[in-house]
């Protein structure tokens, strides 16, 4: 689950499973703040503070959070300026069964990126449909879903397949890109559906001859 990244395949990108570090990020401004770091690549305290609208006090205390727990780190001094950067651009996080605190950890920290994601896709889809300019990107954009008999490993397959496509396109971050480009926004759910009926074994009865008779 990556809760911001760049499109890099998970396989390739470090692990994090410790519980603390997963909880560490587990906060919508810290979240944020990894975010717009990802995107201007280095920013002060100050300038964090007017794109998010917090004070710059708060977000000097989360982003030294965020340091403590290895998710930022200072860059290259400008003078006075003390800019922050990532320290990777990807957080993949799993589950520890060494640790049971990990799976809550992790359970907390996808609701808040699901709830955040679900947000800003209605947001953009009433900016599209409310601005006559943007009428061209409604032929392209897509909101589906799909539902699929996978093996554990066909589904990192697949998912593997989806990041290594964005990563085609991810040298536009800093290279020529054509005019006509907006920034896309992909988040991907992809997991066993254990709320489908098809899922469930199926419930039964013992006849009289002991055996199973569907009910």
């Not at 990020?25 to 917090?54: D, K, M, N, S, W």
């Not at 030294?64 to 200072?74: D, S, T, W």
């Not at 609701?111 to 032929?139: C, F, G, K, Y």
């Amino acid at each position: 689950m990556l809760p911001m990244s760049n499109p890099t395949p998970p396989t390739t990108t470090p692990l994090t499973q410790d519980p603390e570090r997963i909880r560490a990020i587990t906060h919508p401004l810290r979240i944020t703040l990894l975010e717009y770091l990802r995107e201007v690549h280095h920013a002060t305290a100050t300038q964090c503070a007017a794109f998010t609208g917090e004070s710059v006090a708060s977000c000097s205390f989360h982003l030294r959070q965020l340091a403590k727990y290895g998710y930022v780190e200072r860059a290259e001094s400008h003078g006075r300026e003390k800019p922050w950067k990532l320290v990777s651009t990807t957080v993949t996080v799993a589950a520890d069964p060494t640790q049971p605190d990990s799976g809550a950890a992790i359970g907390a920290l996808a609701d808040l990126a699901i709830e955040r994601a679900s947000l800003t896709a209605r947001n953009n889809v009433q900016a599209l449909v409310n601005n006559p300019e943007h009428s061209v990107w409604l032929e392209h954009c897509v909101a589906a879903g799909a539902s699929l008999w996978l093996t554990p490993e066909e589904l990192s397959e697949i998912t593997e397949a989806f990041f290594t496509t964005l990563q085609n396109y991810a040298d536009r971050d800093t290279g020529e890109r054509p005019a006509d480009a907006g920034r896309v926004q992909f988040f991907l759910t992809a997991m066993l559906n254990t709320s489908s009926p098809l899922t469930q074994p199926p419930t039964s009865t013992t006849g009289p001859q002991g055996a199973p008779t569907d009910v």
